[in-house]
């Protein structure tokens, strides 16, 4: 192999690591998000979970972030629970972060 082929290799590599990192942070992200608004909504124990996980599944809509805000604030209004849009996506920032944090630490 040549250096160009070492260094495409070890690109495409560095590119697929990135991209299941991101995926994983996502989801972990999305469930830690999911307890959150279950407990601004009150939920706990096997519904806290059940709703968490709903999050989770609710990332594979669309592609970015929109489908899961959309959900957590329809939900957190249906539960008249008085969180306004700049606490969601705050919290939605800090718990990616901890997801990152978690993963490379292998929490």
């Known amino acids: 192999m040549t250096?160009?082929?070492?260094?495409?290799?070890?690109?495409?590599k560095k590119f697929a690591h990135d991209a299941d990192l991101q995926f994983k942070a996502n989801a972990r992200?999305?469930?830690?998000?999911?307890?959150?608004a279950a407990g601004e909504m009150k939920l706990s124990?096997?519904?806290?979970?059940?709703?968490a996980k709903s999050v989770?599944?609710?990332?594979?809509?669309e592609a970015?972030?929109?489908?899961?805000?959309r959900k957590i604030r329809k939900d957190l209004d249906a539960a008249k629970a008085e969180v306004t849009d700049h606490v969601i996506r705050r919290t939605m920032d800090e718990?990616?972060?901890?997801?990152?944090?978690?993963?490379?630490?292998?929490v």
Request: proline share 0%; glycine share 8%; hydrophobic share 50%.
């Open 3 to 12: 250096t160009f082929d070492n260094r495409k290799d070890a690109a495409e």
């Open 29 to 36: 992200r999305n469930k830690l998000l999911g307890l959150w």
């Open 45 to 51: 124990g096997a519904e806290a979970d059940a709703y």
């Open 56 to 61: 989770v599944m609710a990332d594979f809509e």
């Open 64 to 69: 970015g972030d929109e489908d899961v805000f």
């Open 95 to 106: 718990l990616l972060a901890k997801a990152v944090a978690e993963i490379q630490a292998g």
